[in-house]
């Protein structure tokens, strides 16, 4: 298994920055071999009063795209750049359908999502089937992590991240299994030292490593073990909780998407 198509999303108002947006969806197609597709669409100005002209949007699109193929060619990336001049409607339904006949989406955040990122995001991570790695750009991957921190809590989407960080996985030189032991009880076929061992088999190189949530969040918690470990990537489920529950017992993923991660983070719901 491995990453074959790689999805990616860049917005035509910043075509200036479209290098740095696409750096680690870049660096995985590079490292993996992988097909680069990129849906070139805007997502706050399609939902704002103002909007450009067709002329120039179509301008901007074509701009993000020319700077996208260049950076590209340089590193041996096949790449396909599909241009839309409007996705006012159903962007995240578009995206979602897209990213099931590819492998993984890499989403670049600058800054905290608006209305719009949030509708892409939510549609990538619950509507596709598929893992969605989030990279702040201040943390771009350069390359392939080579310590990852999993998150395992035994659910059904940890279990999808795990899988589907799996090509990761096997080229990182340490997987560090996480768990927040005072967070859920795990029976013993849901223990993290047997996760270990699957993970071995796929010729991982797993350790395990319990951690106590303590006073704040559980998001907060892993993130601290991951700098701690000095791990370059978090692998997590992503759950969607009714707001009651969040507001009440509180939501990693919640937590996640509400703001930008401090270094990639891959996740599958």
Not at 62 to 80: I, P, S
Not at 119 to 125: D, F, S, V, Y
């Amino acid at each position: 298994m491995s990453f074959t198509s790689i999805l990616t999303h860049l917005d035509p108002a910043n075509a200036a920055d479209t290098e740095a947006m696409a750096a680690t969806p870049l660096a995985l197609a590079a490292a993996f071999s992988a097909h680069l597709t990129a849906l070139i669409f805007p997502v706050e100005a399609a939902l704002s009063a103002t909007t450009p002209d067709d002329a120039v949007a179509a301008q901007q699109e074509d701009n993000v795209a020319n700077h996208l193929k260049a950076a590209a060619e340089r590193l041996g990336v096949t790449c396909e750049a599909r241009k839309r001049s409007s996705f006012a409607y159903g962007s995240g339904e578009v995206f979602a359908d897209h990213l099931r006949v590819s492998d993984l989406a890499v989403f670049t955040q600058r800054g905290m999502a608006g209305t719009g990122a949030q509708i892409l995001l939510q549609a990538a991570i619950f509507d596709s089937g598929r893992p969605v790695l989030l990279a702040p750009a201040a943390r771009p991957l350069a390359g392939l992590p080579q310590r990852i921190l999993v998150a395992w809590d035994a659910t059904p989407a940890s279990v999808r991240a795990i899988h589907g960080a799996l090509p990761l996985i096997r080229c990182a030189a340490e997987t560090i299994i996480a768990v927040v032991s005072d967070d859920k009880e795990l029976r013993p076929g849901q223990s993290g030292i047997e996760l270990a061992h699957l993970l071995a088999r796929h010729g991982g190189k797993p350790r395990f490593m319990a951690l106590q949530r303590g006073s704040g969040g559980v998001l907060e918690r892993l993130l601290a073990a991951a700098t701690d470990t000095e791990s370059d990537m978090l692998v997590m489920g992503a759950v969607r909780h009714s707001p009651l529950r969040n507001l009440v017992l509180g939501s990693a993923t919640t937590d996640l998407l509400s703001g930008v991660p401090r270094l990639p983070v891959l996740l599958a719901a």
